[in-house]
């Protein structure tokens, strides 16, 4: 079975401060994406991470993919209050073609003014 | 573009009586459709998930049931609800050509007393 382990659980900071949230499988994933939700509504992606070693921006977000396609972190520059919410990591299940995603345990981010 | 529509948001049902939540898509064909459930900050567990019309897996023994009636229309149900059925659920399509990105509705908040 193939499970994804994300750390911390929970994250509380100061605005300006940054931080760096991880996702780790003992498992290969052909691909992982980064998810973040909101109270009360759906999980919005991110980015979708394809090749080891890969490195991708987003603004102040930084997500890389290991090299072994075991693992992937997401890192925050200077986080601001916005930032605040729930990230999630999710690899796509390879055992089927039916786009079946895994998703870890979850990020609480709480970015404090 | 295409949008996912779920509904009803919020939900407030007793123990035994039955359930009826609804997902639509628009703007896609033959999409890959999937029901998950989300307890409170947490991750997502997959329930139920569906790559054509009357073609439903299931992912876990549980409570609920999914029908696929129409191409673009999802639909989770249950016939007597227990307490632990409570949670949120998120309704998710994905595009076969990038099988692993997925998008959410906005959730459905389902309480059981």
């Known amino acids: 079975t193939q499970l994804l382990e994300q750390s911390p659980q929970f994250l509380s900071i100061q605005e300006g401060e940054n931080l760096t949230v991880y996702c780790n499988s003992s498992s290969v994933f052909s691909s992982l994406q980064w998810y973040r939700q909101e109270p009360g509504e759906g999980p919005v992606l991110l980015v979708t991470v394809v090749t080891g070693g890969e490195v991708k921006k987003l603004k102040r977000l930084t997500f890389q993919f290991g090299d072994a396609r075991k693992d992937s972190s997401l890192h925050i520059t200077a986080a601001q209050p916005g930032d605040t919410g729930l990230y999630l990591c999710a690899g796509e299940d390879g055992s089927s073609n039916t786009g079946k995603l895994i998703f870890g345990q979850g990020t609480t981010l709480q970015v404090k003014p | ?113």
């Open chain 2, 1 to 113: 573009s295409q949008t996912i529509h779920q509904w009803p948001a919020t939900l407030v049902q007793p123990v035994g009586s039955p359930l009826s939540l609804e997902c639509t898509v628009e703007g896609t064909s033959n999409p890959n459709l999937y029901w998950y459930r989300q307890a409170a900050g947490r991750g997502l567990q997959l329930l139920f998930y569906s790559v054509g019309i009357g073609q439903i897996s299931s992912e876990v023994p549980q409570n609920l049931s999914a029908s696929r009636p129409q191409d673009r229309q999802f639909i989770l149900s249950s016939k007597k609800l227990l307490l632990s059925d409570s949670g949120f659920y998120l309704c998710a399509w994905g595009d076969r050509a990038r099988a692993n990105v997925l998008t959410f509705g906005a959730g459905s908040r389902l309480t059981v007393l």
